[in-house]
C-alpha cells in the first residue's frame, strides 16, 4: 500500500453518492491531490476487498471516459485495469491500486544522485509507450502547447528570449503521446518501473513535445535537475525510439515558462527555471 495520502483538502462530491456496478464502496482512505475529484478507497470488488482509486469529474470535459476507453485497449502489467465507470451523477472511474511508489519518494532528496540508476530505464519507458497504436484521438488542446507571447515574455523579464520563440520547430513525428508522462505518474518496485498512471491527456500528438514534458523539472522535484540525468534519460528512449533533440530543448523552455508564469512565489524554482533558460538559450 502506498504511502498514505493526505485528509480531505477541498469539498468534494460525496463518493458514496455515485452510482456503482461493480464496484462495492466501503471506505475512503486518502484524498490525492489532483484536479478531478481523486479517492485512496477500499471495497469490495469480484467478491475480494481491494484497495483502489476513485476519480470523479469536477467538471464537463474531463477525459475520465477517455482514459477508460484507452486503458480497455492498452493491456498490460503497467496499467490499471478499471474495474468500474459510470456517468451517475457525474462521469467517475475506479482503476485497482497498483504496486510501487514514486521515484520521488524513492530518491528524497537525491543527494547521492539515486535517481541516476533509474533514468535510462525512465527514458525506455516513455519509448515504449510512443510505439503504442490504439485507437484514440488527436490529443486534446492544452495551454502548455502554445508557445509563449510576447506579454508573457515581457512579464517575465525574459523578452530577449522573444527571437527564439519565434522560431518554432516543426511538426514532428505524431505519436501515440501519454500526455501527463512524468514522476506523479509512475511508479517503480525492485528498480523496475511498475506501473503507469493517468491516462487523460493520452492521444496522439508531437512526440518531442511529450518528451520535453518528461524532462523539464517541477516544483519541488529533487531530480531530473542535472544535464547528466536527462542525458541518460534520453540514451534510454534512444534505444527504441528517435527524438529531436532541438524541439526537446524547444519544448522545455516553453514549458518552464508556462510554469515561471503560474508559479511566480516559489523563489528556488524560479532561481532554477531562469538559470535553465540562460544555460541552454540564452
Known sequence: MHTPHPARWRETIDPFSLTYHNFQLKEVIGYPHAANDVFYVAGIYAGKEITAYLKVARQEGTGIEHEANILSQIKGDLFPKVIDIGREPRPFSVTAEMPGKRLSLIVGEN????????????????????????LAPRQRERKFYQRPTAEMLEDLGLEDLEPFFEEKPKAGQIVFCHGDFHYANVLWQEHRLSAILDLEFAGYGDRDFDIAWALFLRPEQKFLKTDEERESFLRGYGRYGAYDEGAVKYYMAQNYVHFLSRIKTDREYGEYAYEWLKKHIS
Open 111 to 134: 543527494k547521492d544522485m539515486a535517481s541516476l540508476s533509474y533514468m535510462e530505464a525512465y527514458g525506455e519507458a516513455l519509448a515504449k509507450f510512443h510505439r503504442m497504436n490504439p
